[in-house]
């Protein structure tokens, strides 16, 4: 287990992070139905459970990067909660294998039977665009978990790896969906 100063980014990481720009210009498209053209999207939802209080468990894992740990992503980032604006550096592999992808907050979904959020992502990170993670508590009691997505390659690792760079991907978004 990481300590809490493996977990948390220094105070100038955090701010160099906060001020950099998004790599893409669609910032917030996730909130909507339709993806932006010119990237690859993905929209992948399952049903995780019933009832209020597993939507509410569902929440707290998202809100607590929890679900990112669970997958086995690294995750150092500026508090123990993501917040609006909340910056992080997500690792994925390990040690000169593992690949660094700062990524900030771009907006929270805070509704009564819906909450999640969704980052962007920042200079340094081998893609382009942007992820939400919403769950949502529905009239029947159903809980579902959705992620949606659009990027493409901005690394040349990741330009370069085509479909193997698509395939990690995917194989990252199934361990999100059931971490949560």
Request: glycine fraction near 12%.
């Given at each position: ?6 977990r948390i980014l220094s105070s100038w990481e955090a701010e160099q992070l906060r001020i950099a720009d998004f790599t893409y210009s669609e910032v917030g498209s ?20 019933v009832g209020t209080e597993r939507f509410e468990q569902a929440a707290q894992i998202l809100f607590g990067w929890d679900m990112h740990r669970r997958a086995g ?108």
């Amino acid at each position: 287990m990481l300590s809490v100063a493996e977990r948390i980014l220094s105070s100038w990481e955090a701010e160099q992070l906060r001020i950099a720009d998004f790599t893409y210009s669609e910032v917030g498209s996730t909130r909507g139905d339709t993806l932006p053209t010119g990237y690859a999207n993905l929209r992948r939802g399952l049903e995780i459970g019933v009832g209020t209080e597993r939507f509410e468990q569902a929440a707290q894992i998202l809100f607590g990067w929890d679900m990112h740990r669970r997958a086995g992503v690294r995750v150092r980032a500026s508090s123990d909660q993501v917040a609006q604006g909340a910056v992080a550096v997500l690792r994925l592999g390990v040690g000169r294998l593992g690949v660094n992808a700062p990524v900030r907050v771009a907006h929270l979904v805070e509704e009564h039977s819906r909450r999640g959020f969704a980052y962007g992502t920042l200079p340094g990170h081998p893609f382009s665009g942007e992820e939400a993670f919403v769950v949502e508590l529905h009239e029947s009691g159903a809980v579902t978990f959705t992620i949606t997505a659009f990027s493409r390659p901005s690394a040349l690792l990741a330009r370069a790896g085509g479909p193997i760079s698509r395939g990690i991907q995917s194989w990252v978004t199934n361990r999100y969906l059931r971490a949560v």
